[in-house]
């Protein structure tokens, strides 16, 4: 079975990966972004059961002070919330074939809690970019600030707005 795991920070919460990728979007000349959020993603395949996903995401994923986190299986999801009405979803994941060395540390840490049913653990990045900007200044904030090309690929779409 695969499990998606999302650890984002709390709304109260300064989150400083966003914050700096919105100082480095504005050092772009971007204008129009109000706000950025990071959110961590873990794919984790095994035979696991909710019970063990929760335990992964509150025991090792996430800090129960500033983070909140949610994932979601074959009919079972618990989401984090994005309420994000005009913006960017953008994700960014390793090519095929590029080692995810968090990903393997991620396995191993997994085991130690006692889960020894993992078969892979693969992350990657989402960013949710808040504001009114067009694809093209999308498509530059990858490239430029992102995404490294040799070994990421990403994907993104528009959330809300018009």
Request: aromatic share 6%; net charge negative; hydrophobic share 35%.
């Amino acid at each position: 079975m695969v499990w998606v795991v999302e650890v984002g920070y709390k709304k109260d919460v300064t989150d400083p990966v966003g914050f700096l990728t919105k100082k480095e979007i504005d050092d772009l000349g971007i204008h129009g972004v109000k706000e950025v959020k990071s959110i961590s993603t873990y794919t984790i395949t095994g035979e696991l059961g909710e019970e063990d996903v929760r335990k992964i995401g509150e025991e090792l994923l996430s800090d129960n002070q500033i983070q909140v986190f949610g994932y979601r299986g074959v009919n079972v999801s618990k989401g984090l919330e994005h309420d994000v009405s005009d913006g960017w979803l953008v994700e960014v994941g390793f090519k095929p074939g590029v080692m995810d060395a968090v990903g393997q540390s991620t396995s191993k840490a997994i085991e130690i809690l006692g889960i020894d049913s993992v078969d892979k653990v693969k992350t990657g990045n989402k960013f949710l970019i808040v504001g009114n900007i067009s694809e093209d200044d999308v498509r530059k904030i990858c490239k430029r600030l992102l995404v490294n090309n040799l070994i990421q690929g990403y994907r993104y779409q528009k959330i809300g707005g018009d």
